[in-house]
Nanobody, 123 residues
Framework: QLQASGGGLVQPGGSLRLSCAVS????????IGWFRRAPGKEREWVSCIRRGDSTTSYSDSAKGRFAISRENAKSTVSLQMNGLKPEDTAVYYCAAVMAGYRRPCVGLDYNYWGQGTLVTVSS
């Protein structure tokens, strides 16, 4: 029901735009989050966008470099990543959870997950 795409190999300082295509869910009722799992590390939260007014939240590592956005009519959520660093190398996952109107999206128990897309930042 969620399919992440847009990953690839990029040089440090470069940009990528990840997309999450959502099917079978009405995006108007869901908060969407992006997570990542780097090699040998636990999964970490990167960013999320809440239902209702699309207020966004970012981890400290993503703040100022990444931007999440949603297009409910197209059932798509994107993550624009700029100024990529080698430590951003990871498999990125999008996830969804049904949420209350304007409920903060941080810390929710996301229960719909996509398959992930690999981002490699290397020269």
């Amino acid at each position: 029901q969620l399919q992440a795409s847009g990953g690839g190999l990029v040089q440090p300082g470069g940009s990528l735009r990840l997309s999450c295509a959502v099917s079978g869910l009405d995006l108007n009722y869901y908060a969407i989050g992006w997570f990542r799992r780097a090699p040998g590390k636990e999964r970490e939260w990167v960013s999320c966008i809440r239902r209702g007014d699309s207020t966004t939240s970012y981890s400290d590592s993503a703040k100022g470099r990444f931007a999440i956005s949603r297009e409910n009519a197209k059932s798509t959520v994107s993550l624009q990543m700029n100024g990529l660093k080698p430590e951003d190398t990871a498999v990125y996952y999008c996830a969804a959870v049904m949420a209350g109107y304007r409920r903060p999206c941080v810390g929710l128990d996301y229960n719909y997950w996509g398959q992930g897309t690999l981002v490699t930042v290397s020269s």
